[in-house]
């Protein structure tokens, strides 16, 4: 109960200064879709680093590490931070120098005048949508299995559950993270958001270097949680040699077991395999285990691939190619208030994923020798710090703070939807004149309560999904659609035939493999992910038309690259 | 100068694929296997090579242009040719 006090606390505050900061607002939609054009370096680092690491950060890549090990972190984090500093050196702030320029705000402003063509805009449009909305699932899908672990037991009568008896259900956590995060957007708008995003970056990036200092405490320091990871012995079996026991004063304590108990087996195991911590390593094996069905609580088969395939490691780096698309940021370098603005996020930012992604990826490997292998990768951090950290307040806060990251991403990503929706679709067909400035806001409020809504119902009915899974579908998305802004950015021959067979053979690819995988993790051959063919076939596309049609008019080339 | 910012970044992601580490699990500093170490350490490099593009290969020339104002043409007028319609 302690631990949802703290949370509630947590929330109260959070609204509190969305509301403050709207109060703060000049009243005009200006102000309400880019905060003025007043977001400095300190606001922009946060509000892209807040925004990029969702649930996805915390919660995914300590899952992912459960499942595959330390390489979760050269095959995410340190690819991102390289490929984000490229994007924002080569997409950033070119764009930045258009939007100056030329007056942009959002992408499809500048991709209609780009490619001299309209209906590229009510093209991209729900594309954009299409692809934002799987990143809010992962913050809603998030939230909720996050909570659930940390309260049970708080309400058993109100919510019987098989394994977190009493913890809140993810369909209510999921309803009031979306309505906090509405009430903050709707009342502050960007600036509420900006405010609201630096806030929680801040609040996420501590509380998770706190969270991996206690679980290092709990486990008996660092040198000691190296040795608890899942071992193999030497008939190939998985053991855990450690165990949380729980000790005569009713406190827990991490021991070595007398017995070490046997959690799975590697498939076709050799002897020199004895003594091989797997989490520790890359080496791909298959594991086979047993697992609780969530519904029935049998125990059924299962069996994972551990280590990270080469091709795979390979191949991701395509993915985060899709900061180059994501309309938040793009938004972001269109309209940020001077290029200098963007230094401290250049620099700080491969940093910053530094500080949250390693003790996350340790804690998911050391997680192995800890708990079951059956356990929702999701919940896996939650676990950790219900189980090690035994004190309630601080639970309370480190859980805030994995809410706090999930947060800082859903605000921009609605409060940009809406900016779009308003200015690109509606005003951009009806004419800037229909409406005054309020009933502007209202359009875009209006929008955005859609949004929440029917992200809030699709989290319900994907709710046993895989948060890690459902961010590269959505990173893949947006990686496809990447070469498009490069070569806007730097191919004066590109043409809006080009531009649209790069979005339509892009976007076909990529729901061929998104219907082949079922919204899983997906893999073609030796490991290469589908990103590679996504990213290729627009490439291909985008190259090939544009060689085949009429070159732009003299007057856009004088636009973009007339200096 | 740009050329060797942009040579750097080409050979850091080649750098970054470390198939020598794969099978490796021992630990530096007794804790953190040398897998991760690597990683951690490239991060850090990318974050040296940002310092190193910001001040020998910062594009100062579309910096200017960008801010240079158009003779004749307001920023409101711009914003109104592109369908900026934000008050």
Redesign the interface.
């Known amino acids: 109960m302690i631990v949802l006090v703290v949370i509630l606390i947590y929330l109260a505050l959070l609204l509190g200064l969305g509301l403050f900061s709207g109060k703060q607002s000049r009243g005009t939609s200006k102000d309400y879709f880019v905060a003025s054009h007043s977001i400095g370096p300190f606001l922009l680092l946060m509000s892209v680093f807040g925004t990029t690491m969702t649930a996805f950060a915390l919660v995914g890549s300590t899952g992912k590490a459960f499942e595959r090990g330390i390489g979760v972190y050269g095959l995410m984090a340190s690819i991102s931070g390289l490929v984000h500093v490229i994007c924002f050196f080569a997409i950033g702030i070119r764009l930045w120098s258009y939007g100056m320029k030329h007056g942009f705000v959002t992408q499809i402003q500048f991709f209609r005048s780009r490619f001299e063509s309209n209906g590229i805009g009510y093209l991209l449009f729900p594309i954009l949508v299409g692809l934002v909305i799987p990143y809010l699932l992962i913050g809603v899908i998030g939230a909720g299995k996050t909570i659930l672990p940390v309260t049970a037991g708080a309400f058993p009568d109100l919510f019987p559950h098989a394994v977190w008896n009493g913890g809140i259900p993810p369909w209510l956590s999921g309803l009031g993270i979306c309505l906090i995060v509405l009430a903050y957007v709707f009342a502050g708008g960007s600036r509420g958001a900006a405010w609201a995003n630096t806030f929680q970056t801040i609040v996420f990036m501590i509380m998770g270097v706190v969270a991996f200092t206690l679980i290092v405490k709990a486990l008996g320091g660092a040198e000691q949680a190296s040795k608890v990871p899942i071992t193999v012995n030497e008939k190939g079996l998985l053991v855990q040699n450690y165990g949380i026991v729980e000790q005569k004063d009713g406190s827990s304590k991490v021991e070595r077991l007398a017995t070490p108990l046997i959690r799975g087996k590697i498939r076709n195991a050799d002897p020199s395999l004895a003594g091989y911590q797997p989490h520790l390593g890359r080496k791909v094996l298959e594991m086979d285990y047993k697992a609780k069905a969530p519904v029935t609580g049998e125990l059924v088969d299962k069996s994972r691939e551990l280590g990270v395939p080469p091709w795979m490691f390979l191949t991701y780096l395509f993915i985060p190619l899709s900061v180059g698309m994501f309309p938040h940021l793009f938004q972001h370098w269109l309209t940020a208030r001077s290029a200098n603005t963007f230094k401290l996020t250049l620099i700080a930012h491969p940093i910053c994923i530094l500080v949250v992604w390693v003790p996350c990826v340790l804690i998911g490997a050391w997680a192995t020798g800890l708990i079951p292998p059956g356990v929702p990768p999701a919940a896996v951090l939650s676990k950790m710090m219900a189980e090690l950290v035994d004190n309630q307040v601080l639970t309370g806060l480190l859980t805030a703070g994995v809410l706090a990251a999930i947060m800082s991403s859903l605000d921009s990503q609605f409060l940009c939807l809406g900016t779009m929706f308003t200015n690109d679709i509606v005003l951009h067909k009806v004419g800037q004149d229909r409406f005054t400035d309020k009933q502007t806001i209202w359009i875009a409020r209006g929008f955005i309560m859609v949004i929440v809504a029917l992200t809030y119902v699709l989290s319900l009915w994907a709710a046993n999904k895989n948060v890690f899974d459902l961010a590269i579908w959505c990173f893949s998305g947006f990686a496809m659609l990447t070469p498009l802004v490069f070569a806007a950015l730097y191919w004066k021959r590109v043409t809006t035939a080009g531009a649209y067979a790069s979005i339509i053979v892009g976007t076909l690819a990529w729901l061929v493999f998104f219907i082949l995988a079922g919204g899983s993790e997906y893999t073609v051959g030796p490991g290469i992910m589908p990103v590679t063919f996504c990213v290729l076939a627009s490439t291909v596309a985008l190259i090939a038309v544009s060689l085949a049609t009429k070159p732009p008019s003299e007057e856009t080339l004088n636009k973009f690259f007339g200096r | 100068m740009k050329k060797l910012i942009t040579g750097i970044?080409i050979a850091?992601?080649i750098l970054?694929?470390?198939?020598w580490?794969?099978?490796?699990?021992n630990?530096v500093?007794?804790?953190?296997?040398v897998?991760?170490f690597?990683?951690?350490c490239?991060?850090?490099a990318?974050?040296i090579?940002?310092?190193f593009?910001?001040k020998f290969?910062w594009?100062n020339?579309?910096?200017d242009?960008?801010?240079t104002k158009?003779e004749g043409t307001d920023?409101q007028s711009?914003?109104?040719?592109?369908?900026?319609?934000?008050?």
């Open positions: 970044a850091m992601l970054h694929q470390d198939f580490l794969w099978d490796n699990t630990l500093f007794g804790f953190m296997p897998g991760l690597y990683h951690a490239f991060s850090i990318v974050a090579l940002a310092v593009a910001i290969a594009p020339e579309l910096v242009w960008a801010t158009d920023v711009k914003m109104k040719d592109n369908q900026y319609n934000i008050r």
